[in-house]
């Protein structure tokens, strides 16, 4: 086997093949390489990857074309098949010789993500996870160009099959999903599984996604050794042709062939059921499909069998949320997931809502009620103004499909009314999203329209109003607390006069200090004192967020006596002993203590607990901080804000929280190169390196000549 791995590893490089086969790859890769990684800053090769894969169908048939029809043709593989060196010997050297050609450019792109990793956040994971599909893809091409090239003794005819294969492998995805969606029947269906087995493509993708899949691995391994089992049986047929036992051994090649092929597709199947969380792992750099230990203890204490029917052709599924699908039913004995044809069952979403969902949306059914979560909202779009379109900016897979099995497991929904009028701040579309993914409802409420608070109120939402509610707005407002209701309070700096608003306060016999925070601790603040990192205090409202941190830009302190009678005050967020009140704020670059200014530490947020005159217990979160639960101060410490307001809402609507998972963004900061660098890198990968090869692969073969 050595021997022929030596001959004709030397024969691809003393001849002008194997140089070339580099030169293209190289020259290919450079191209993208320079456009996506270095101009555009893509933190990942797998784009690269992925945009070059179809160079395979073009160099492998010409890299594979002679390894067996040549000596075929010339009568020289009569020395092998009378030589005492089993078939798979041969087979597995001159196999091993097209590995070793292809795996000289696939080590000089596994190179590149060193390099790349030194100008920012970069996908190594992904990268590497790509570049091993890619290496894998090129293992498969080459075993089907080999045997097809046994099959011929035509150099040109063995080319143009391994094109067509190649070609056919290439775009059998697209083929199978056309078939999927004009097909109804049970044959069209069938037909289609058959032929996805002939797709090369999706597996690669699945690994340059950054879900790597033992599946897809042994797709490529288990075929690979299959086509190459059956080059070995090809070869072997003539061999029998010489020793005069051709139709005795025919046939035993022909049912070890079938039993080889039995293997192959036992052990595919076999691992469709090996539980995901043994074959996939998320190697993104922000575990992007892996589930939040949020939803992963949800599922580990649900009880009620939940079903989640997937209205679109399995063929034409959404990848990425199939991911998140069958991990929650691989977690979960009580999770049942369900593909329904909208082709085959139009009227399916009938019985569940009235108005039709987009394709690949989603119906889960629980014991209580059922819930729609429309496909346009798996993902979270932002407003591109360079191109004035929507791009798709993250994955909200998880906290949809979350959001919806706690929905359906519980009988009642509770309501929050926001207060309007009174110039409230409005919440942004993230954080009202949080509110419906808390499975509570919100409705806007304007008090002059009405003469006392709804009855169906869990509690009522008063986001910093700049202008003072009216003395009946605000007795409406504390009737309703004294009624055991339940209120989400966050007062704003402002210089109006706000001594109705600050009855509600006083309520609970809280008032707002004085001025703005200036923290003199540096443990507890971000650049500037003004940007605080509280202390978080651990209580069942800060549990979600006590081992991270929450960011509290421009904060006010609260006042309280704890000697109040009938209220019971937790603090949620505090200051340090360093900090301070600054009583006349002229700019946020002025934090020097004068002698007007109120000594700390102060408490931001806490929770206020009072048993009313009527003997029921009214509760208050308030935060006297407006800017935390926006989306700027949000994206300082990734999500735990938003959870802080999540666990907020859950604590008065009185129930578990929902896990409301934040969207999973995509966006990751694109890498920076100096421009003298991109053209330098440039010039490297699209010229010298190509160029380099085939000049030395025109030198090897000149001098053989003159030789």
Request: with cysteine; hydrophobic share 45%; proline share 3%.
């Amino acid at each position: 086997m050595i021997a022929i791995y030596k001959r004709d590893l030397r024969s691809f490089f003393h001849s002008f093949i194997g140089w070339l086969f580099v030169a293209a790859t190289l020259f290919m890769m450079g191209i993208y390489f320079t456009v996506f990684n270095m101009l555009a800053g893509y933190p990942t090769i797998s784009y690269v990857l992925q945009s070059i894969v179809f160079l395979f169908i073009i160099t492998i048939p010409i890299l594979t074309m002679r390894s067996l029809s040549e000596d075929r043709k010339y009568k020289t593989d009569q020395l092998i098949l009378t030589a005492p060196v089993s078939v798979g010997r041969i087979v597995m050297g001159k196999y091993l010789a097209l590995v070793t050609v292809l795996a000289i450019p696939t080590v000089v792109i596994g190179l590149t993500p060193l390099a790349l990793m030194q100008a920012g956040e970069f996908q190594i994971g992904i990268s590497y996870s790509s570049l091993f599909g890619f290496f894998l893809y090129g293992c498969l091409a080459l075993a089907i160009g080999l045997f097809l090239s046994s099959l011929t003794d035509s150099v040109v005819i063995a080319a143009v099959l391994t094109l067509v294969v190649l070609f056919l492998g290439y775009i059998m995805s697209g083929l199978c999903s056309i078939l999927s969606s004009s097909g109804t029947t049970v044959f069209a269906e069938i037909v289609s599984k058959v032929l996805r087995c002939f797709d090369m493509v999706s597996r690669f993708d699945m690994l340059s996604s950054g879900y790597f899949q033992i599946e897809a691995v042994a797709y490529y391994i288990t075929l690979t050794a299959f086509v190459l089992f059956c080059t070995a049986q090809s070869i072997q047929k003539r061999r029998y042709s010489v020793s005069g036992k051709g139709i005795k051994l025919g046939t035993y090649s022909v049912a070890t062939i079938l039993v080889m092929a039995v293997l192959t597709i036992a052990v595919n199947l076999g691992l469709n059921y090996v539980p995901d969380q043994y074959t996939s792992f998320d190697v993104t750099s922000n575990k992007i499909y892996t589930l939040t230990d949020d939803t992963k203890e949800m599922l580990s204490n649900l009880t009620d069998d939940i079903t989640i029917y997937v209205l679109a052709e399995e063929a034409s599924k959404d990848e990425d949320l199939d991911k998140t699908l069958t991990q929650m039913e691989g977690l979960s004995d009580h999770i049942k997931v369900e593909y329904v044809s909208p082709v085959a069952n139009p009227k399916f979403y009938y019985n569940y809502t009235s108005e039709e969902p987009t394709n690949n949306s989603l119906i889960v059914v629980g014991p209580a009620n059922s819930t729609v979560v429309d496909y346009n909202s798996i993902y979270a779009y932002e407003m591109n103004y360079t191109s004035y379109s929507y791009e798709i900016t993250g994955y909200d897979g998880e906290g949809q499909l979350a959001s919806a099995i706690a929905y359906v497991t519980t009988e009642d929904i509770p309501k929050f009314y926001i207060i309007a009028g009174h110039g409230e701040l409005g919440f942004e579309e993230t954080f009202l999203n949080a509110l419906t993914k808390e499975n509570v409802t919100y409705e806007e409420l304007t008090l002059y329209s009405v003469d006392e608070i709804p009855a169906d109120a869990q509690g009522v939402i008063i986001n910093a109003p700049t202008s003072d509610f009216s003395e009946d707005d605000a007795d409406m407002i504390i009737a309703y607390l004294e009624q055991g209701g339940n209120a989400f309070l966050l007062p704003t700096f402002t210089e109006e006069s706000m001594d109705n608003f600050e009855r509600i306060l006083d309520y609970y016999g809280v008032s707002v200090v004085d001025g703005m925070i200036v923290e003199g601790d540096r443990e507890y603040y971000y650049q500037s004192p003004y940007y605080l990192f509280p202390e978080i205090a651990y209580d069942e409202v800060t549990q979600r967020v006590v081992d991270g941190a929450v960011f509290a830009p421009l904060s006010r302190g609260l006042s309280y006596d704890e000697a109040t009678d009938g209220v019971y005050y937790t603090p949620l967020l505090t200051t340090s002993d360093s900090s301070f009140s600054k009583v006349n704020v002229s700019n946020v670059e002025d934090y020097s203590k004068s002698a007007d200014d109120i000594d700390g530490p102060f408490v931001i947020s806490l929770r206020a607990e009072k048993t009313t005159d009527q003997g029921e217990l009214s509760q208050a979160l308030i935060v006297a901080n407006e800017s935390m639960f926006t989306t700027v101060a949000d994206d300082m410490v990734p999500g735990y804000n938003i959870k802080l307001f999540c666990s907020m809402i859950s604590s008065l609507a009185d129930h578990e929280s929902s896990v409301a998972i934040p969207a999973k963004s995509f966006e990751i900061g694109n890498l920076v190169f100096r421009a003298q660098a991109v053209y330098l890198v440039g010039v490297i990968a699209v010229f010298i390196l190509p160029i380099g090869a085939l000049a030395a692969g025109l030198i090897i073969c000149l001098s053989r000549r003159k030789k």
